[in-house]
């Protein structure tokens, strides 16, 4: 079943790229659908590499050779699903590649403004770019957690003293290292800083912060970076997932274990994607499969996708609520490493999949992709007219709803990206009115 698997897919997505470049003239590899389809496949490789490697699955259980066939039809499905989709985008996307692209703008009031809100909330949160003390991930990973569940305002007070903060830091500093001569050089220093405390602590969320923008910059606005060049790249980020991993358990630089780690089958895919705790969050599909399989009762038929928009209202204001999906899926089959405040993530097909089974995840797939085409569309198009505000827009979208996605699930990442907005609003915000008060300027 894996070859079969693994064989049928790539001729799904290699044949279906073959047709847009060749027959629709279109050569376009960074569209959401190719982003998603790549990433849910390698997802999902997790499990039955995981099971070649190391003998066993990941968590220890065992599975009936009906669980993996649910499992591989539903994820072949999906990604059918994903290919059908897309195809009704292809027009569209012929004419945005046609647009071409404008600098963008930042007025010289706008960047005076970033550096005097960057030293701010730098001076606020100073204590967490120490680089001498620099804290495991693992050591603090359950304390939001925790604190949601004993104080009801703590996701308010985690979006105005984490994220605004951190957003004002990393989006000044890609900004400014546009800017040219000694500004852009001591720009790029504090840039590699933050990302060397974000590595040393083995935080990939703030990494790929001040990386994403960098790279969505360069990959969607030089024509010259091709579908091998990106494919390269994506490579070596599968590659370095493992080496970071190190850091998320250790709370002092150990050379050894890091050198082990990247010289040891650093390249062996296959050993890479068994081994990598990221990708392992697609074994709650097929533990899922299981579950139902026991007992059709626990499908939801609608009732999950309800329960879940009840979580976009503030914790403070409905105490009540329903748990999000991945958070009820730990507290089934998990209640012991729930009640410490654990999780094990939610592959991105669980969410159709309680619901209404395989149709629920193909539907819920296609679905999603044409929300993603809508939004990328309309977002890309006034990135290349130039726009500062829509390129930030760009980037949370980017990071919640095509990359993010696939490891919390399609209406927590629909959350995740509604609470970054609050930081880009009070931003865009705040430099309004600073530079109408005192410089007279609004910006663009």
């Known amino acids: ?108 009031y706008t960047t005076l403004t970033l550096v005097i809100l960057f030293l701010f909330f730098f001076l606020i949160k100073i204590s967490s770019f120490n680089i001498f003390n620099v804290i495991s991930y693992s050591e603090n990973a359950l304390l939001p957690r925790e604190l949601a569940r004993t104080n009801k305002f703590s996701g308010i007070e985690d979006i105005f003293f984490e994220q605004i903060p951190f957003f004002f830091i990393f989006t000044t500093t890609f900004l400014l290292i546009w800017k040219k001569g000694f500004v852009r050089f001591v720009w790029i220093l504090i840039a590699f800083y933050i990302i060397a405390i974000a590595f040393l602590s083995g935080s990939r969320g703030y990494i790929l912060q001040v990386i994403l923008p960098f790279v969505i910059f360069i990959f969607y606005r030089n024509k010259n970076f091709k579908s091998f060049y990106i494919f390269i790249f994506f490579l070596i980020g599968i590659a370095f997932s493992n080496f970071i991993e190190v850091f998320r358990s250790i709370s002092v630089f150990e050379v050894k274990d890091l050198f082990d780690l990247f010289t040891e089958n650093s390249f062996n895919l296959k050993y890479i994607i068994a081994s990598s705790g990221e990708l392992a969050v697609s074994v709650n599909l097929l533990k899922l499969i299981k579950e139902i399989d026991i007992s059709s009762e626990l499908f939801q038929y609608g009732l999950s996708f309800l329960e879940q928009l009840s979580t976009f209202v503030p914790n403070a204001f409905l105490p009540f609520r329903p748990l999000i999906a991945s958070e009820k899926f730990v507290y089934l089959f998990y209640n012991n490493v729930y009640n410490i405040g654990g999780g094990y993530g939610f592959f991105i097909l669980q969410d159709g999949y309680w619901d209404f089974g395989i149709l629920g995840s193909m539907f819920s797939m296609s679905f999603f992709l044409v929300l993603l085409n809508f939004i990328f569309l309309f977002l890309y198009k006034k990135f290349k007219e130039g726009s500062v505000i829509h390129f930030f827009l760009f980037v949370l979208f980017i990071k919640n709803l095509v990359i993010f996605s696939v490891r919390s699930g399609i209406i927590a990442s629909l959350k995740a990206l509604w609470i970054d907005l609050i930081p880009l609003f009070v931003f865009f915000i705040l430099i309004y009115f600073l530079n109408l008060l005192f410089w007279k300027k609004s910006l663009k």
């Not at 799904?12 to 376009?28: A, D, G, H, P």
């Not at 997802?43 to 009906?66: A, M, Q, R």
């Open 1 to 108: 079943m894996e070859f079969l698997y693994i064989l049928t897919t790539f001729i799904i997505f290699i044949s279906y790229n073959l047709i847009v470049i060749y027959s629709f003239k279109l050569e376009f590899p960074l569209r959401p659908y190719n982003i998603l389809f790549v990433l849910i496949f390698i997802y999902s490789l997790s499990v039955p590499f995981y099971f070649n490697v190391h003998g066993s699955t990941y968590y220890g259980e065992e599975y009936s050779e009906s669980n993996y066939f649910s499992y591989y039809l539903t994820c072949l499905g999906s990604l059918f699903s994903l290919t059908i989709t897309d195809i009704i985008f292809i027009k569209k996307y012929k004419i945005l590649s046609s647009i071409k692209y404008s600098p963008l703008i930042l007025s010289s």
